[in-house]
């Protein structure tokens, strides 16, 4: 990081490791928020259908590339590189893991238990009694594993279910494929984070933002508010102070994936509202709102912009990114009409602002 002043510092481009950009209408109106200030971003592949080929994970790719095209999004924002994922099912063939490592545009293969969350009804229904061949697979290619790490056993209680995770399915895992890369995803609690910094072997995490910033009393103050209801939700103060000291810690196992989930506001304004926060305008200075809460904002640029690309062997990017302190109100809405979305902290003043690099060439 260059100290310009304490007011104004600039970090090598971030990349973000964990990103729902979704298709369609919906992809055309968010991609360029992610591209302003993101060199990269690992893409989900829980759409409907789900991406669960290499073909259709190459397609989606295509898609996003012509969305940035006419996002209006240009500079480095225009350089945004999408890595692909696929979706793993209870049928994913080895055959498949081949393809997706020989493609070199797949990073990743994504387990959502089935029913976890947002589109995640195709997902593993038994990770070990199903996927050991594919599991084999990608040990066997270096293709990282990307894990929702939530039971979905409804007799364990909402907010326990990513520890449970941990010992149900993920000790099991790991005993079973030690070589295999994994990434728990959205870390949210204490005992996930004393997980990843203590496990041996290929283990890391990507930390939200909002999850850096918000304990689950921002679910109900004032009355229950839709849009911070997001899956692993969020949870009590001390996995948060957790969470922040992990991120703040300079260990290369912890890196930046905002989750970044748009819904339209009627779907989360509903009787049974749909999970996902929307961050991606705001992400890097959410980021650094959490990072600065604890005077490390000289820690940031390992977990936004080095560690992820440690974990995944890929370069780090060239260009890089200002960050101003400057008041910066969170718009109360975005997009118009059909696309309408309310973002994180809707209305609310953030300290910290990304300095708009678009024109740059
Ligand atoms: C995500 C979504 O909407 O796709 N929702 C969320 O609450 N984070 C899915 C996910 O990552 O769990
Ligand atoms: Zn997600």
Redesign the pocket.
Same mark, same amino acid.
């Given at each position: 990081m260059n100290s310009v002043s304490a007011n104004r510092f600039d970090i090598i481009r971030p990349d973000d490791w /964990?990103l /729902?950009l979704r298709d369609g209408n919906m992809l055309q109106a968010v991609v360029a928020d992610s591209a302003r200030q993101f060199g990269r971003a690992i893409i989900?592949p829980?759409l409907k259908p789900a991406v669960t080929t290499t073909a259709a994970a190459l397609a989606y790719r295509a898609r996003i590339q012509a969305a940035l095209a006419h996002s209006g999004a240009g500079g480095a924002a225009a350089a945004f590189q999408p890595l692909m994922t696929l979706y793993l099912t209870d049928q994913t063939a080895p055959d498949e893991i081949r393809r997706a490592s020989d493609s070199g545009l797949i990073h990743g293969v994504k387990l &959502?238990p089935a029913g $976890? =969350? =947002? /589109?995640?009804d195709q997902g593993v229904t038994d990770l070990l009694g199903h996927c050991r061949a594919t599991l084999e697979a990608m040990q066997k290619h270096g293709m990282p594993l990307l894990i +929702?790490g939530e039971v979905t056993d409804p007799s364990v209680d909402l907010f326990d279910r990513e520890a449970v995770f941990i010992d149900r399915v993920l000790g099991p895992l790991r005993r079973d494929f030690p070589a295999l890369k994994v990434v728990l995803? /959205?870390l949210t609690t204490a005992q996930g984070v004393a997980y990843v910094r203590d496990a041996d072997g290929p283990v890391a995490a990507t930390i939200t933002a909002h999850h850096l910033l918000y304990n689950r009393n921002a679910l109900f103050q004032g009355g229950l508010r839709p849009h911070w &209801?997001?899956? @692993?939700v969020l949870k009590r103060e001390t996995h948060r102070q957790a969470l922040l000291q992990a991120a703040t810690s300079g260990n290369a196992r912890f890196f930046l994936g905002t989750?970044s $989930? @748009? +819904?339209l506001r009627s779907a989360k304004e509903q009787d049974c509202g749909? $999970?996902?926060?929307y961050t991606a305008r705001h992400a890097m200075a959410l980021y650094a709102m959490a990072f600065d809460s604890v005077g490390e904002l000289a820690r940031l640029e390992g977990f936004a912009s080095l560690h992820g690309p440690a974990f995944y062997g890929l370069p780090v990017n060239t260009g890089r990114l200002v960050l101003e302190r400057h008041a910066d109100q969170v718009p109360e809405r975005l997009f118009d009409g059909a696309r309408e979305i309310i973002p994180l902290a809707a209305g609310e003043c953030l300290p910290w602002r990304v300095l708009d690099t678009s024109s740059e060439p």
């Open positions: /964990h /729902h989900m829980n &959502y $976890a =969350t =947002t /589109h995640s +929702h995803e /959205h &209801y997001c899956l @692993p989750d $989930a @748009p +819904h749909c $999970a996902g926060c």
